[in-house]
């Protein structure tokens, strides 16, 4: 079985991440992603005001009906700070004998260019096959040439002068995946969520209904014009 790791805070999941999981699956023919959300990450700082619970609610309700989707809550259950490698090391136990090949592990383009900050990540580079996903194309809008060779992708600009921002060089083995760019992410939700914005279709829709239940991201009684 090929299985395709996706860790985040997915706060909340939104369908930029689903997107790009089906891609992953359907286009790289993975047989399982698994969903792997964040207890405590060790580089970012997670808003108090939605529990890890309720983060967790909204992943089950969003892939809810998908076979290839998987939720895996190794981090959850172990607490404290979440690492990768910790989580990769769990999971190479949990699917010995059933996994085929490495494990994919998808980046966006952002964390890739955080990729040296983290714990021990050439032991994550040997053990996953390290798959880059784009997220948006800096400065004009230029299409970026996948046909490329591995790693040419550089520096925020590759040796034919199309952005990626990709930081520094990533230095370690991997594949820069050519998916369809769906241009959302969390912070714009949640922002959009507590300015009184327009944010009903870029999450599921059993998603959209736990926010408005739970009054989650500052969210206040929508306006009514009749």
């Not at 880059?132 to 591995?150: C, H, Q, T, V, Y």
């Not at 959009?192 to 239940?213: C, D, F, M, N, T």
Request: aromatic residues 12%.
């Amino acid at each position: 079985m090929r299985i395709a790791i996706y860790g985040g805070s997915f706060n909340p999941i939104h369908v930029g991440h689903l997107s790009l999981a089906d891609d992953v699956a359907t286009t790289l023919n993975y047989d399982k992603i698994l969903f792997v959300p964040t207890f405590i990450p060790p580089h970012k700082q997670l808003s108090a005001s939605v529990s890890p619970m309720s983060r967790m609610a909204m992943l089950e309700s969003a892939i809810a009906g998908n076979d290839k989707f998987e939720i895996e809550p190794c981090e959850f259950q172990r607490g404290g700070i979440s690492y990768t490698i910790d989580t990769v090391k769990f999971l190479m136990k949990k699917y010995k004998g059933k996994l085929e090949g490495k494990f994919g592990l998808i980046l966006g383009q952002e964390i890739a260019a955080e990729f040296e900050k983290w714990k021990d990540p050439d032991g994550v580079a040997e053990l996953c096959d390290i798959i880059i996903a784009k997220r948006r194309i800096l400065g004009e809008r230029r299409s970026i040439d996948f046909n490329m060779p591995r790693g040419e992708y550089v520096g925020g600009v590759n040796a034919r002068g199309n952005f990626m921002d990709v930081g520094d060089s990533f230095k370690w083995p991997h594949v820069l995946f050519d998916n369809f760019i769906v241009p959302v992410s969390s912070s714009e939700v949640r922002a959009r969520i507590a300015s009184g914005k327009g944010w009903r279709y870029l999450v599921p829709l059993a998603v959209y209904e736990y926010i408005v239940s739970n009054r989650l991201y500052g969210y206040k009684q929508e306006k009514r014009f009749d």
